[in-house]
């Protein structure tokens, strides 16, 4: 199996499945010598989170940039979106912290 294969596992999104899924990519990684994973980044699904994490409890998941910008945008009105991304693109495009937390928006 390749690493590409990995990322491709599963179309069903139930715990159970990708707890299987997990075991199998488990067993794969281990081949590429991997010892740990660092970082898991998703779309924010909880089941498969704490899936994740009972799998690789030192990993910390991350969601998609897209997933939270379009969960932030759900929140504000429809006259207010253009402006509100723009101001969002800034903050998350900066290339630091302060940077970030002192932008126009």
Do not use: C
């Not at 910008?69 to 912290?97: C, G, M, N, Q």
């Amino acid at each position: 199996m390749s690493p590409r294969e990995i990322a491709s596992l599963g179309t069903n999104e139930s715990s159970y499945v990708w707890e299987e899924n997990l075991r199998t990519i488990n067993r794969t990684i281990k081949s590429y010598s991997v010892e740990e994973i660092l970082l898991g980044v998703m779309d924010g699904l909880t089941s498969f989170s704490k899936v994740f994490n009972r799998a690789y409890p030192k990993t910390d998941i991350q969601s998609y940039i897209v997933y939270k910008v379009h969960y932030s945008l759900k929140s504000i009105r429809k006259k207010d979106i253009s402006e509100f991304a723009t101001d969002l693109k800034e903050i998350y495009e900066s290339p630091s912290l302060d940077l970030a937390k002192n932008s126009s928006g």
